[in-house]
């Protein structure tokens, strides 16, 4: 099983423009999230999807959209990016959206907007 | 509004020391206490995690002491090596709850082990 995927694993972006993160999990879990880790900062969370069909925010949602494309697959979207979305975006899923469920992190996206 | 703080933000120690990593929380509804381990250009992963019931929990060298009253928590690692430079990331959640499933992280703390 190759887990949580994300895809680019780099994007440069200017100011303005558009782009979509991908993440895909095999692991069959009903619960996925989308992260931002800036330096000093932890990780806050962007969006989430409890299950299939359902999508919230998190603590930091302006400026971003996401799509629950089915069971499997949850993606990131930056209508028009600013370098303020510098960063490296992390998702991640869990079986079940209960606050015990472990969850499972992909390798990351690191994205930089000039 | 911060939930839960971490400190230090970085730590070196030497090869076999214990370093200490330190949790506060304010939301006494949080039941559910995880540490995430992230390598240099990877994702966080679970390490180890407690429930505020028990008092201690160890895994092999790493150990979560847990004071309710004091709303505080705490990651030992014992006889530190090399292999445990990394960032670690404390959280709490809850079981019940309109965002459940949401954890809570601390802004981390960057651990490096001297040979």
């Known amino acids: 099983n190759a887990g949580v995927t994300q895809t680019p694993k780099f994007q440069v972006l200017k100011t303005g423009q558009s782009m979509t993160l991908q993440c895909a999990q095999d692991?069959?879990?009903?619960?996925m999230y989308w992260y931002r880790q800036d330096p000093g900062m932890g990780l806050r969370l962007i969006y989430y999807?409890?299950?299939?069909?359902?999508?919230d925010k998190g603590e930091v949602p302006n400026g971003y959209n996401v799509s629950r494309l089915n069971k499997r697959e949850f993606s990131l979207r930056l209508e028009s990016a600013a370098p303020s979305q510098t960063s490296v975006y992390f998702c991640?899923?869990?079986?079940?959206?209960?606050?015990?469920?472990?969850?499972?992190f992909g390798p990351g996206t690191r994205l930089t907007v000039l | 509004q911060q939930q839960v703080k971490q400190s230090p933000q970085s730590l070196i120690v030497q090869k076999g020391g214990i370093p200490i990593i330190n949790c506060a929380y304010e939301?006494?509804?949080?039941?559910?206490f995880p540490w995430y381990q992230q390598f240099p250009g990877k994702g966080p992963a679970l390490l180890i995690a407690?429930?505020?019931?028990?008092s201690e929990k160890k895994e092999g060298r790493f150990t979560i002491s847990f004071n309710k009253s004091a709303k505080q928590f705490s990651l030992h690692i014992m006889d530190s090596q090399p292999g445990d430079s990394a960032t670690y990331f404390c959280?709490?959640?809850?079981?019940?709850?309109?965002?459940?499933?949401?954890?809570?992280f601390g802004k981390g703390t960057k651990l490096s082990v001297k040979p």
């Open positions: 959280a709490a959640s809850m079981d019940y709850g309109g965002s459940q499933g949401n954890l809570i």
């Open positions: 999807s409890a299950s299939e069909g359902t999508t």
């Open positions: 407690i429930r505020p019931d028990v």
């Open positions: 939301n006494t509804a949080f039941d559910y």
């Open positions: 991640a899923s869990s079986e079940n959206f209960s606050g015990s469920d472990t969850q499972y």
């Open positions: 692991m069959n879990h009903n619960s």
